[in-house]
C-alpha cells in the first residue's frame, strides 16, 4: 500500500487477507493504489461497498463499451472537478 493519506486524521483499519490482497494487484497493475480506494480503506465495509458499486458501473453488463464507459467516466470526474 502506498503511503497515508495525511489529509484526514484516520485510524487505518487493519486489512484482511482479500483486501491486501486486492491492492497488491493494484499495486501490480497500475504501480500503485488508487487514492479513492486508500481513502475507504479505514473501513472495510465502505471499501467494498464502493468496489462493489465501481465494478458493476464500469464492468458489469451493458451496452456500453469499455470505452464508452471511460469516456463517460472523464466526462463526470471533469464536470465534478475531480
Same mark, same amino acid.
Given at each position: 500500500?502506498?503511503?497515508?493519506?495525511?489529509?484526514?486524521?484516520?485510524?487505518?483499519?487493519? &486489512?484482511?487477507?482479500? /483486501?491486501?490482497? @486486492?491492492?497488491?494487484?493494484?499495486?501490480?497493475?497500475? *504501480? %500503485?493504489?488508487?487514492?479513492?480506494?486508500?481513502?475507504?480503506?479505514?473501513?472495510?465495509?465502505? &471499501?467494498?461497498?464502493? /468496489?462493489?458499486? @465501481?465494478?458493476?458501473?464500469?464492468?458489469?453488463?451493458? *451496452? %456500453?463499451?469499455?470505452?464508452?464507459?471511460?469516456?463517460?467516466?472523464?466526462?463526470?470526474?471533469?464536470?465534478?472537478?475531480?
Amino acid at each position: 500500500m502506498t503511503g497515508k493519506i495525511t489529509a484526514l486524521d484516520l485510524v487505518q483499519a487493519e &486489512l484482511s487477507k482479500a /483486501t491486501k490482497a @486486492y491492492f497488491a494487484k493494484c499495486e501490480e497493475k497500475l *504501480g %500503485l493504489v488508487p487514492n479513492v480506494l486508500l481513502a475507504y480503506a479505514f473501513d472495510e465495509k465502505k &471499501l467494498r461497498a464502493f /468496489t462493489d458499486m @465501481y465494478n458493476d458501473l464500469m464492468l458489469g453488463d451493458s *451496452g %456500453l463499451s469499455k470505452l464508452e464507459r471511460e469516456m463517460i467516466a472523464v466526462a463526470v470526474s471533469s464536470i465534478n472537478h475531480c
